[in-house]
């Protein structure tokens, strides 16, 4: 059993001793150590059976904090720091030789990014260091939004939880770099949107090809997020449905009812307003809560695909069973 607390002078004592402990943002909980502690950093990959090649964002409490870990700011990156932060947009930067290597796998680029969540940024505003802070979860499984879902999943492995309630956004941040001509190129899909990046700097916003069989660089191979209980994505709940009648079946709809051949508790509607961000708010919430009913299938319905339910869609396919490559 982790200990759950509000108090950040308790959690920052265990993470100056080099410890770690789970802390929440308004994307998903993070399991966070002292950046600047190889020590402490190691115990991150151990506890979530993490591998070395898979590197880790950097928290820190505003911009000027972060200076120190990086060479240099750019306009494009003024301008999107001042529009979106704190808040969900992870930048790709030049490190400095503050950072270590174990926190980037080696690559001369680091991951920063300041979270938009009251009790993290107190405590981020008292320590001297940066946060190294994955999402909480066992590598491979869903990132958490909820403590209890990082209780049950690290519950034994780490102290503390910082309990700072319900994550109010639910889909991990949205990661942009450049490439060597100073292009914009986003890595992972999240709620700011490319075009919300392109009409603050007014350029495009390409996107990396993460699919290719190439050998796959940091932070772009196809990992898969995905719920132990088999998981099929769909557009059409009844095909699916009809397919796999004789089993145990949850239904996960975005906006609409189904009421099919599903058990009425098994059925949950994510947005009945249409909201996509209430579903993207939603989602892993209830998938961790069909995961723990002992069904046979989870079928997820995919959204439209546009705006935000991009990154949705780009979710749901990573918890596809169907598609799950070896674990990592
Ligand atoms: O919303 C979020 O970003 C959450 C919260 C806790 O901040 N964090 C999170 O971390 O999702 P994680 O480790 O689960 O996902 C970070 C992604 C990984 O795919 C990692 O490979 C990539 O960012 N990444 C981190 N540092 C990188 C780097 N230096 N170069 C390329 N990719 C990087
Ligand atoms: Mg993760």
Redesign the pocket.
């Known amino acids: 059993m982790a200990k759950f607390t509000t108090n950040t002078n308790h959690v920052k004592q265990i993470l100056d001793a080099g410890g770690l402990a789970a802390i929440p ?1 308004e ?4 399991l966070a150590a002292n950046a600047t502690n190889t020590e402490a950093v190691k115990k991150i990959f151990t506890t979530k059976g993490r591998p070395s090649n ?4 950097l ?1 820190f409490a505003n911009l000027e904090a972060a200076l120190p870990y990086i060479q240099s700011i750019s306009d494009d990156v003024k301008k999107l720091t001042e529009a979106f932060w704190p808040g ?1 947009l ?1 930048l ?1 930067l030049p490190k400095s030789g503050l950072v270590s290597s174990i926190i ?2 080696t ?1 001369p ?3 920063i ?1 300041v ?1 938009d969540h009251p009790l993290t940024l107190e405590l981020l505003s008292k320590l001297d260091y940066p946060l190294a ?3 909480a979860n066992p590598s491979g499984y869903i ?1 958490p939004t909820k403590p209890m879902h990082v209780e049950q999943q690290l519950g034994t492995k780490i102290p503390l939880i910082l309990d700072g309630g319900p994550c109010s956004k639910g889909l ?2 949205t ?1 942009l770099g450049w490439n060597e001509d100073e292009e914009p190129i986003l ?2 899909q999240g709620l700011i949107t490319a075009n919300d990046i392109s009409a603050v700097i007014g350029k495009n916003v390409a996107f990396n090809k993460p699919f290719s069989n190439q050998i796959e ?4 191979s196809k ?1 898969h997020y995905a719920p132990h209980t088999k998981t099929i994505i769909s557009a059409s709940i009844e095909e699916a449905v009809t397919e796999h009648e004789d089993l145990k079946l949850g239904v996960i709809k975005a906006h609409e009812s189904y009421r099919g051949k599903v058990a009425l508790a098994h059925e949950v509607i994510l947005s009945p307003r249409g909201s996509l961000e209430e579903v993207a708010e939603k989602l892993y919430t209830t998938m961790y809560e069909f995961d723990n009913l002992n069904l046979d299938i989870i079928i997820i319905e995919e959204v439209t695909n546009e705006g935000i339910g991009i990154a949705i869609n780009d979710r749901l396919r990573r918890s596809a069973s169907e598609n799950k490559k070896s674990p990592s």
């Open positions: 943002t994307t998903v909980y993070g898979n590197p880790l964002i928290h969900p992870t790709l980037t796998a690559s680029r680091v991951a990014r979270p802070a994955p999402s990132s991990e941040s990661i890595y992972r660089a940091p932070g772009m990992l």
